[in-house]
């Protein structure tokens, strides 16, 4: 381990880092991976996002620790870590990032069967096909476990017929995986884990316009659905299980930070001016922005020891931890990107606002959803409570 934290990793470094830089398109330096992420349409409307997910998809370094056979180069974790600093380095950002590498793909390799990896992995591997969540009902958000959407086994397929809400990418995904009630008489030991295709005869999706103008959260309906006995993951009634280990992967995935997050001072440099000693010109907000950047730099250092301690056989319970102290980050941030900017920063649309602008107004509205989605932020606070400090219930 010693060798290939020394001479092996310089080379592997160099190697990621020449062909990084020969590779990912000048244009999309510090685009907003999530923009991606969340827009089907805006993503493969982009030539240059396209190329750059043809290229990083022939690498198989999208999800570079999978094995060949799914899609992966069979890399390690800390060649992986290295791609992912060298990207960060020229404000690059992975394209084959989704909701499949961050939630999907980890749980198949789990729990999957060696026909449902093999169905599925290699072309989440390639972005070419796109899941979404059937997770959250309207009367099952926090309490998840009290989920209706029914599945019954009709011997040669399974029936499904309900309802989900707030469904990331249902308009656009191709996939989803679900939870599905397949026993009423019991609460969590009722559930199963179905992966379901999006174009099945029944599904209705409908968009749901949020604050910020976006559109990727859905209502889904299912009207008798019928779903192969096959693309049942785990057995029957052990989706509870399955679950909770994907929502660790979800909370993972949002407290995951990578650097592509544009720098706060040159942009308050442009909007704000300097001093007579090169400092933003205006000592509260300069104030603002330096403890932001140290909770920053706190918080990924406190990923890292985890990750360490993880590794090295400790415990893995500090997730939902750290999604709240991220989301808690960067919604202070998109305060003060909407703050440094002025009247600037409140532009929604119209000529007399850049792109740059617009988006800060709308990442600034997005922002408020962080500390709900992925499990809410009092929800967080009190796995923490049961599971990391022992708390009493």
């Excluded at 809400?165 to 009722?190: E, H, M, P, Y």
């Excluded at 250092?301 to 102290?325: C, D, F, H």
């Amino acid at each position: 381990m010693a060798e290939w934290d020394g001479m092996e990793a310089q080379s592997f470094r160099q190697e990621a880092r020449a062909w990084l830089r020969a590779n990912f398109p000048p244009s999309l330096t510090n685009a907003p991976s999530i923009h991606f992420v969340s827009d089907r349409h805006a993503a493969e409307s982009n030539a240059d996002w396209c190329l750059w997910r043809e290229r990083m998809a022939e690498k198989r370094w999208g999800v570079p620790t999978w094995e060949p056979r799914y899609g992966g180069a069979g890399l390690s974790e800390a060649q992986a870590k290295i791609i992912g600093q060298e990207l960060a380095a020229i404000g690059g950002f992975n394209p084959i990032r989704s909701y499949g590498t961050m939630m999907l793909g980890p749980t198949l390799l789990e729990y999957g069967s060696e026909e449902q990896k093999l169905e599925h992995l290699p072309f989440i591997a390639t972005n070419e096909r796109r899941w979404c969540q059937g997770f959250s009902e309207p009367g099952a958000g926090s309490d998840l476990a009290s989920l209706q959407t029914k599945c019954i086994d009709m011997g040669d397929h399974w029936l499904v017929n309900g309802q989900k809400i707030w469904t990331s990418g249902a308009d656009q995904a191709d996939w989803c995986f679900a939870l599905v009630r397949t026993d009423t008489s019991r609460k969590q030991g009722g559930i199963s884990f179905l992966l379901i295709d999006m174009k099945s005869e029944g599904i209705e999706t409908r968009p749901i316009v949020l604050i910020s103008g976006s559109t990727h959260f859905c209502e889904v309906f299912f009207n008798d659905v019928k779903v192969p006995k096959g693309n049942l993951v785990g057995e029957v009634n052990q989706g509870w299980a399955i679950a909770k280990r994907l929502l660790q992967f979800e909370r993972n995935s949002l407290s995951d930070v990578k650097a592509e997050i544009t720098p706060l001072a040159p942009l308050a440099h442009e909007y704000c001016g300097t001093d007579s000693m090169g400092r933003i010109d205006n000592p509260d907000l300069r104030v603002r922005m330096v403890r932001n950047a140290m909770r920053h730099e706190a918080y990924l250092a406190t990923v890292a020891r985890l990750t360490r301690e993880a590794k090295s056989g400790g415990p893995s319970n500090g997730v939902s931890a750290l999604k709240n102290l991220w989301s808690g980050i960067i919604q202070e941030r998109a305060e003060l990107l909407v703050e440094l900017m002025g009247a600037n920063g409140l532009g929604w649309s119209g000529e007399h606002y850049t792109d740059a602008e617009r988006e800060a107004t709308r990442a600034w509205l997005h922002s408020k959803a962080f500390s709900i989605y992925g499990g809410s932020y009092e929800v967080q606070n009190n796995i923490t409570a049961k599971r990391t400090l022992d708390l009493p219930a």
